[in-house]
């Protein structure tokens, strides 16, 4: 799946079937429910799912948990919106589960 069919999946509310888990939580969230994007992701033990468990968390306001998630996805908390966050975890992602 590319990126740009992923975003389309997001406005039309229609989750792709063959999402892996990484954009399954993404999407949820990009759809306003964090809790399930949260719940998806939070025992996925990999740097990519720890890259979305930190977004998440920062996304929350809870940065100090963003950091050790970020440390652990091998990364610093960016100096970028949420939404441009966002879209690079997702960009990256998405070209991954083709």
């Known amino acids: ?7 389309e999946s997001v406005a039309t509310g229609k ?8 954009l399954q939580a993404l999407w949820h969230d990009a759809r306003g429910d964090w809790e399930k994007a949260h719940v998806l992701i939070q025992d996925v033990l990999d740097k990519d799912a720890s890259w979305i468990h930190a977004y ?3 996304k929350e306001g809870d940065l100090w948990n963003a ?4 440390s652990k996805a091998g990364r610093k908390r960016p100096e970028v919106s949420l939404q441009e ?3 690079a975890i997702a960009a990256a ?3 991954e589960s083709v």
């Open 1 to 7: 799946m590319n990126f740009k069919a992923f975003k």
């Open 15 to 22: 989750l792709p079937a063959f999402a892996s888990v990484y």
């Open 56 to 58: 998440l968390h920062r």
């Open 67 to 70: 950091d050790y998630w970020y």
């Open 85 to 87: 966050e966002w879209e």
């Open 93 to 95: 992602l998405s070209e």
